[in-house]
C-alpha cells in the first residue's frame, strides 16, 4: 500500500509540475512554438505568436527578430521593416540590425531610407568597405551618379 501511495504521489507531482510550469511560462513555450514553425518554414503561422509576444515585450529582441524574419519571408516587407525598426529603437547602436534594415528599404524600393541608414552607418565606421558599397548602389538606384562613382571609387582605393 505504501509503494502504490508512493508511486502515486510522484504521479501527482509530476502533473502538477507539469501543469505549473506551462501556466508560469506559456510566453517561452509559445516562442519556442514560433521558433518551430519557422524551422519548418511555416512563417504565417509564427507572425500572429511573434507578434503577440513582441506586444507584451517577452524578449523584445529575439521576438522582433524572429517576426521581422516571418514577414520577409512571407514577403510582407513593410511587416518586417515595422519589426526592424522597433527592434532598432530597442537596441539602438546595433550596426547589425541598422544594416538588416537597410537591406530592407533598399528591396522595397525606399533607396533614400537605406542610404540615410548607410550614411550613418559609415559616420560610425568609415572606411567599411561593405557599407560603402551598399550606399553606393543606393546612390546609384537614387539616380545620384557623381557620388554613387566617388563611393566605387573609394572601394577601389582610388583618390577622387
Known sequence: MKVLSFIMSIIILAL???AAYRYLKQDWLLYRKAEDLSRKGAWQQAIPICD???????????TL?????????TGDLTGAIEALRK???ASPGDAGVELELAGLYDRQGDHAGAADIYHALLAKEPGNRGVTLRLARALTAL???DEAI??????????P
Do not use: M
Open 16 to 18: 502538477a509540475t507539469t
Open 143 to 145: 539616380g545620384r551618379y
Open 87 to 89: 527592434l532598432a529603437a
Open 150 to 159: 566617388l563611393r566605387y571609387r573609394a572601394i577601389l582605393g582610388e583618390k
Open 65 to 73: 527578430r524572429l517576426l521581422g524574419k516571418s514577414c520577409e519571408e
Open 52 to 62: 503577440a509576444l513582441a506586444r507584451k515585450g517577452f524578449r523584445p529582441g529575439d
